[in-house]
């Protein structure tokens, strides 16, 4: 099997966010779409969906991967996950705009390399 990196998965949990903003769907699409520039990603497709009684999903198709945002009001916690792939893009810069954008109190990252021979470690930050 070849040593081929295929990309890097960045998988990021924010905890003690605002739940009013947790629950404002126009504001998780516009984190999704600043997070895709701060990565040096081509956002080509951005879906989203409000939830009822509370909580929103955004889904950006990137030329690079993807990104995936998903908010619990009522527990002021969002779930992120992007995976990149390409020379330029760069998720971390995204996940630094994502932590302040959301007024996170505290957040995990969890970093994967993505492909045949990749590492099996993980990075935790």
Not at 33 to 61: C, I, M, R, W, Y
Not at 113 to 124: D, E, H, I, L, V
Request: one cysteine or more; aromatic letters at 8%.
């Amino acid at each position: 099997m070849a040593d081929i990196r295929a990309g890097i998965h960045y998988i990021l949990e924010l905890y003690g966010c605002p739940g009013d903003i947790l629950n404002n769907e126009l504001f998780v699409r516009e984190a999704l779409q600043e997070a895709s520039k701060e990565s040096l990603s081509t956002l080509l497709k951005l879906s989203s969906h409000k939830f009822q009684p509370q909580g929103v999903t955004a889904l950006g198709l990137l030329a690079e991967s993807h990104m995936s945002i998903h908010t619990w009001p009522e527990l002021n916690y969002v779930a992120i996950d992007i995976f990149t792939c390409g020379e330029n893009a760069n998720p971390q810069p995204a996940c630094e705009y994502l932590i302040k954008h959301f007024a996170a109190r505290e957040h995990h990252r969890l970093v994967l390399s993505r492909g045949a021979g990749a590492p099996k470690a993980c990075n935790f930050t």
